[in-house]
């Protein structure tokens, strides 16, 4: 047997250290990870999976360590993924969310991971898909999935989380910011965290206007939520809320739902495996290099990567560059 079908064993029977190890390979792209995936993905599906995004200093971890207070509370066991902003320069993460939720860690209901959102422009590692998947087949009832926060790019989330929560808070233009096309359009619930400081009012009014002019033909209209999180107000309010909306994911065909969002997932690592197998492992850089010295536009460059990638798919399965300049139209 061999030890990815091994560490799936274990993690269908509850091991902890399994899980963390899963995880692990997911985030560096280990094959183990595929074999032990695809014993395991038929005990994928039962979780329900809660995104929280939305700018720095939001309050986001704050609220999701009283998210797991309140689920736990409803006897429902907790995953937390928290993912933490990649350094450019030294590629590193603080992964400091664990700090803020120190009154869970010691909770056996829940199991809190931090990760690296590494080369991922949407908030989310692409790892983060699988990294829940794991904690759905290890039995885990809700999953919490905490975003960067980096701004109205975090689309990510959406192809990983059933209910997506967009948390503002007064003080910080983010109403401005939520009208914009990026946040607003991702949430399935607007949350107003800080609702006890000045300006709270003012940005849940913003928001009622916003979404009145956005949603008005959608079948779900986002819930406007106040919460001050720092003081455990609200939060009760907020998990009906999203109680209310998955079910009327499940009145919709749930099943329907999360089905197109693994397509995307699918689009995602085909994707990221391609760009790996063209620009490091095949030596495409380096042909463009060449090219690019010799004065020859990118967008000429890029037209004759892709006619001579079409050529050599259609020819057979070498995906090589060759020595010879690439022609281009």
């Known amino acids: 047997m061999s030890e990815g079908l091994r560490i799936a064993e274990r993690l269908l029977a509850g091991d902890r250290t399994a899980l963390a190890r899963l995880i692990s390979w997911a985030e560096n792209g280990d094959s183990r990870f595929r074999a032990a995936h695809a014993a395991f993905y038929g005990r994928v599906g039962r979780a329900r999976r809660i995104g929280i995004t939305g700018p720095p200093g939001a309050g986001k971890s704050t609220l999701v360590n009283e998210l797991a207070r309140v689920l736990r509370g409803q006897q429902k066991t907790v995953g937390i993924l928290a993912v933490d902003p990649t350094s450019p320069i030294s590629g590193g993460a603080l992964l400091g969310d664990r700090i803020r939720m120190e009154s869970r860690t010691l909770d056996p209901g829940v199991f809190i991971r931090s990760m ?61 910011q939520a009208m914009k096309a990026g946040l607003l359009e991702v949430a399935d619930v607007l949350v107003v965290n800080k609702c006890d400081l000045d300006g709270a009012d003012r940005l849940q009014n913003d928001l009622s206007e916003a979404v009145h002019v956005r949603f008005t033909k959608r079948a779900w209209t986002p819930p406007i939520v106040a919460v001050s999180a720092g ?58 290099e060449r090219e690019l010295a010799r004065t020859v536009s990118p967008y ?23 020595d010879r300049k690439v022609s281009t139209p």
């Open 116 to 176: 690296a959102s590494r080369e991922s422009h949407g908030g989310l590692a692409r790892a983060a898909v699988d990294a829940c998947d794991a904690m759905d087949a290890f039995g885990f009832d809700v999953i919490l999935l905490e975003t960067v926060g980096v701004g109205q790019a975090e689309y990510d989330v959406v192809g990983a989380a059933d209910s997506v929560l967009v948390v503002l808070c007064p003080g910080a233009g983010d109403g401005i």
């Open 300 to 322: 000429e460059v890029a037209e004759g990567v892709l006619a001579e990638l079409t050529a050599r798919l259609s020819a057979g399965p070498s995906m090589s560059p060759v």
């Open 231 to 288: 003081k455990s107000f609200g939060v009760e309010e907020l998990v009906q809320e999203v109680e209310r909306h998955f079910a009327h994911l499940e009145a919709a065909d749930l099943a329907l739902s999360r089905r197109s969002k693994r397509v995307q997932h699918v689009e995602n690592v085909v994707d990221e495996r391609l760009h790996r197998l063209l620009w490091r492992d095949r030596g495409w850089r380096a042909h463009v």
